[in-house]
């Protein structure tokens, strides 16, 4: 039986793992779960679960759910909040398998605790790798704990992985949908608006991934991410458009043969591969997740434009200069996703902000946690100075 703490469950990935559990409960027990407001799913999540602990952002949310608990007669499930709180939720030793699914940095700490305690990690968390990357790829190593990726890329790449040996690795291929604008020309860049960014043709994903995928910036942290999680330099990891989401990623050996991942486009599916892993378990009849390859008469591949997706490149060079630069890459990125969504800057304003601040960051790579968080809030608070101007630019 696996037991589990899930980190970020009234998210989507959250809802994903759950509906796993619920379809394999003789496999998968729910121990304790973290949130971040949404204190109505948080408090259903505590019904139907009872995890022994859950822990909500803010001490304000966590009374306000204990007062729920209380009225509902349910006195045995330890409410907790901020960070200190997910970090509990995620290292408790009954706990033997962590789901890391908080968007954004707000993962971080919790994430590296649970790796530093020993707990297998299905890593859904993206921003944690990126920013992070170095630091919690060397504490998995010196704890002995396996980093299984549950962003649908990477856990395809960990599929395919298992072809051939590293050494045998040419290069991968990160596959990338192309988003809601891959066909727009780049003077209607400016005018799209935040409805037109959030629908995504292929997945249905928590807000900020959307945008980063309508930006291309999420393929961007993905690059990162698979440097960090295959051990490849970012030449070795490349990315193709291909529009039908159906080959999740691809891996070349050197003998010129190449492994692909296809699968329905579900998050089930990377979920239930990570949760089951190394065994692989019988989907049919307790989850659809079956893909009708009959269905299948058209496969696409093609070279992102740089030119309408300048994320893309601006996360290649964070890869290769290293330092402090992918920690801004992604803080930077973070406000001014926020930014777009509320308007006050335009959609190109995306990686117009995230370049400036790039240019604007430089030190060593951080040797902890802190200072990670450090080098994060500095570029946070460059990119809300960059920001302001072209706000006030817009209201005149
Ligand atoms: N969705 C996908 O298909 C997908 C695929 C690959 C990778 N990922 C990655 O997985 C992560 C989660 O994505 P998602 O789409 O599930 O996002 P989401 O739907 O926005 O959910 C985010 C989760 O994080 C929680 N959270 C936010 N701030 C928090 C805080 N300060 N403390 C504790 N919890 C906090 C949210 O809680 P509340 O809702 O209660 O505020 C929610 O449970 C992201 O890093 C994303 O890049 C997602």
Redesign the pocket.
């Known amino acids: 039986m696996k037991k589990l703490a899930i980190?970020?469950?009234?998210?989507?990935?959250?809802?994903?793992t759950l509906s796993i559990c619920e379809s394999f409960p003789d496999r998968y027990q729910v121990i304790s779960l973290?949130?971040?407001?949404?204190?109505d799913?948080?408090y259903a999540q505590c019904l139907r679960w009872r995890p022994k602990v859950i822990?909500?952002?803010t001490e304000q949310l966590a009374a306000t759910l204990k007062t729920r608990l209380k009225a509902a007669d349910i006195s045995n499930i330890e409410v907790l909040h901020?960070?200190a709180g997910?970090i509990h939720v995620a290292t408790l030793p009954e706990v033997n398998f962590v789901v890391?699914?908080?968007?954004?940095v707000?993962?971080l700490e919790?994430t590296y605790a649970a790796v530093c305690a020993g707990k297998t990690i299905g890593l859904?968390?993206?921003?944690?790798l990126v920013a992070a990357g170095e630091l919690i790829i060397a504490a998995a190593k010196k704890h002995n704990v396996a980093l299984l990726p549950?962003?649908?890329e990477h856990n395809a790449v960990h599929q395919c992985m298992r072809g051939g040996t590293p050494q045998e690795v040419k290069q991968i291929w990160l596959t990338a949908s192309g988003g809601p604008f891959r066909n727009t020309p780049l003077p209607d860049f400016d005018h799209i608006t935040p409805q037109q960014a959030l629908k995504h043709p292929t997945?249905?994903?928590?807000?900020?991934?959307?945008i980063?995928s309508a930006t291309m910036m999420?393929k961007g942290?993905e690059v990162i991410e698979a440097c960090r999680l295959f051990n490849l330099p970012p030449k070795q990891v490349r990315v193709t458009i291909h529009p039908q989401s159906t080959v999740h990623s691809l891996v070349e050996f050197v003998d010129g043969s190449i492994l692909a991942q296809i699968s329905v486009t579900d998050?089930r599916l990377?979920i239930l591969y990570a949760l089951a892993y190394p065994e692989r378990v019988p989907s049919e009849g307790k989850v659809d997740l079956t893909f009708d390859l009959t269905t299948l008469s058209q496969l696409d591949f093609s070279v992102p434009d740089l030119t309408r997706f300048p994320c893309l490149r601006l996360a290649f060079e964070a890869a290769e200069n290293g330092g402090r630069s992918c920690i801004a890459l992604n803080a930077a990125d973070e406000i001014a996703v926020a930014a777009f969504l509320e308007g006050r800057i335009p959609f190109m304003g995306i990686p117009r902000t995230i370049e400036t601040v790039l240019q604007l960051t430089a030190g060593q790579p951080p040797a902890s946690i802190s200072e990670v968080l450090d080098a994060d809030l500095a570029a946070r608070q460059q990119a809300r100075e960059v920001i302001a101007p072209q706000f006030t630019g817009v209201g005149r």
Not at 7 to 16: E, F, N, P, R, V
Not at 34 to 39: D, E, L, R, T
């Open positions: 980190l970020g469950s009234t998210g989507s990935i959250g809802h994903s973290a949130a971040g407001s949404n204190i799913v948080a822990s909500l952002a901020g960070t997910s890391s699914a908080i968007v954004g707000a993962g919790a859904a968390n993206k921003e944690c549950i962003d649908s997945w249905v994903m928590g807000q900020r991934i959307t980063d999420n942290f998050m990377p």
